[in-house]
């Protein structure tokens, strides 16, 4: 099982910037095998939502909708890990970012349909 460590969250006004890192910390050959990493956020009450993905093969990208042109998801060339930069915050992103890897091939990057999750960073965007 991949492990992985996100990190970068917190608070911040609408309008302003934060970058989340998620870095595959286990050891193992299996993390040479990740095809797909994506973020997905969940707010109380709300389902797990997709919100940015890459497919390792070629940094191919997929964003939701409500993040297009504002969100950037990165692979960390030095390290097994992506990067989400977030720009033009809102309150409604507000919730708390997971980290996710996956093998083989996805219908829907977006959909939760990964093998492995972080344990969350928490982004709290204030008006």
């Known amino acids: 099982q991949m492990y992985l460590v996100e990190s970068g969250g917190g608070s911040v006004q609408a309008g302003g910037s934060l970058r989340l890192s998620c870095v595959v910390a286990e050891s193992t050959h299996y993390q040479y095998s990740i095809t797909y990493m994506a973020w997905f956020r969940q707010s109380p009450g709300k389902e797990r939502e997709g919100v940015a993905s890459i497919y390792i093969g070629d940094d191919t990208t997929s964003y939701a909708d409500s993040v297009k042109g504002r969100f950037t998801i990165s692979r960390d060339s030095a390290k097994i890990g992506v990067w989400l930069e977030m720009n033009s915050l809102k309150p409604e992103d507000s919730a708390m970012y997971y980290c996710?890897?996956?093998?083989?091939?996805?219908?829907?990057?977006?959909?939760?349909?990964?093998?492995?999750w972080g344990q969350g960073t928490q982004v709290t965007v204030s008006s």
């Open positions: 996710a890897s996956a093998w083989g091939l996805l219908s829907d990057p977006l959909a939760p349909d990964y093998a492995d």
